[in-house]
């Protein structure tokens, strides 16, 4: 089944503690995605990535780290996790062909920093 | 970066009524994109539209672009209670890298 899958899907942890949430699709995708969704904001681009090794920043990049050393996994970093950081977190991915497609999208990480 | 504006933020309709969400963005849309979302879980994709003047039906939805694609809308015809959750736009900028979403609306839909 192609699909995009997270992990974890629940997160709670505390200030300073580092963590990673690992993405990965099955559909030999080039691009991928984390996004950010908080009440009153919407959804928000973390970081992108267009192909292996090759990544770069969305709207709201601050505090976070990501790397795509192959094809299917795009893992984001929190290297000293805030509260701010508290929210519910999407991977997607998409074919990149220069023209619209549709973003498949995981099923996302709900994080508590406390 | 483009923006995207979504209205209503919020809706409340009543079982078998028509309703019409509308995404409005600062620049030209190459790509639109509605999503459905229930209330803290994943993204289910709706429809895409690229063209000006498309128009695309799902079941009791229909999503439009129009002609200048910077205005793009989404009517529910006979809602139903299955209907309820949160609909966000999502769009394109020129290059295909970025993508951005629109704030969402959220629908109920009483019976």
């Known amino acids: 089944e192609a699909q995009v899958t997270q992990n974890p899907r629940y997160l709670i942890t505390v200030t300073g503690k580092k963590l990673t949430v690992t993405c990965s699709q099955n559909m030999n995708h080039e691009y991928m995605s984390w996004y950010r969704q908080d009440p009153g904001l919407g959804l928000r681009q973390i970081y992108y990535?267009?192909?292996?090794?090759?990544?770069d920043k969305g709207d709201v990049p601050e505090g976070y780290k990501v790397s795509r050393k192959e094809k299917r996994n795009f893992p984001l970093i929190l290297e000293s996790p805030s509260p701010n950081q508290t929210s519910l977190y999407f991977c997607?991915?998409?074919?990149?062909?220069?023209?619209?497609?549709?973003?498949?999208f995981g099923p996302g990480t709900r994080l508590t920093v406390l | 970066s483009q923006e995207l504006e979504q209205s209503p933020q919020s809706l409340i309709v009543q079982e078998g009524k028509n309703l019409t969400i509308n995404c409005t963005s600062s620049?030209?849309?190459?790509?639109l994109y509605w999503y459905k979302q229930k209330y803290g879980e994943g993204l289910i994709f709706l429809m895409m539209l690229q063209k000006g003047g498309e128009e695309k039906s799902h079941e009791k939805i229909t999503a439009k672009l129009d002609e200048k694609k910077q205005q793009s809308s989404l009517h529910i015809t006979a809602s139903q209670p299955s209907h309820a959750g949160i609909y966000l736009c999502?769009?394109?900028?020129?290059?295909?890298?970025?993508?951005?979403f629109g704030s969402g609306t959220k629908l109920n839909v009483k019976p």
């Open positions: 997607a991915s998409r074919i990149t062909s220069g023209a619209p497609n549709e973003q498949f």
């Open positions: 990535s267009m192909n292996v090794e090759v990544t």
């Open positions: 999502g769009a394109d900028p020129l290059n295909f890298n970025k993508f951005y």
């Open positions: 620049k030209t849309l190459y790509g």
